[in-house]
């Protein structure tokens, strides 16, 4: 199930994210009516989503990546729709961010995989000479 966040509740929904999410690998999509559709990241991690606001004006800045050397920033300008799917398995959460002129950005969360360590047992024995 899609649930949409009012506007006035988007400052409080991205830090929440920002928090919950931090560091979770990212797939960043834009899909754009006049230049088609482009993907602008696989597996960054997440650093956070901020709401800029100025008068009339509001920015979302999304921000990915490790280092300097790998790291994104993608700027939406007046995004009017902000959706939130949540994964039925908790694994790919999904934020749905819609601008005026029908521009579309998701942004795919990839849960981090759990550590798996295995070990067997090993029968040792000794030999006397």
């Not at 008068?55 to 994104?72: A, D, K, P, Y």
């Amino acid at each position: 199930m899609t649930y949409e966040i009012n506007r006035d509740e988007w400052n409080a929904f991205f830090d929440a994210l920002s928090k919950r999410r931090f560091e979770w690998k990212t797939e960043v999509e834009v899909l754009s009516p006049t230049i088609g559709d482009q993907t602008l990241n696989i597996t960054l991690p997440f650093n956070g989503i901020t709401v800029e606001e100025s008068g009339e004006r509001t920015t979302l800045n999304i921000s990915v990546g490790e280092t300097t050397g790998q790291h994104q920033s993608h700027n939406i300008l007046n995004p009017t729709r902000v959706a939130y799917l949540p994964s039925a398995e908790k694994r790919s959460d999904v934020i749905d961010i819609e601008e005026a002129d029908g521009t579309k950005t998701l942004i795919r969360f990839i849960e981090p995989s759990d550590l798996i360590v295995g070990f067997a047992a090993v029968a040792v024995t000794s030999a006397v000479a």
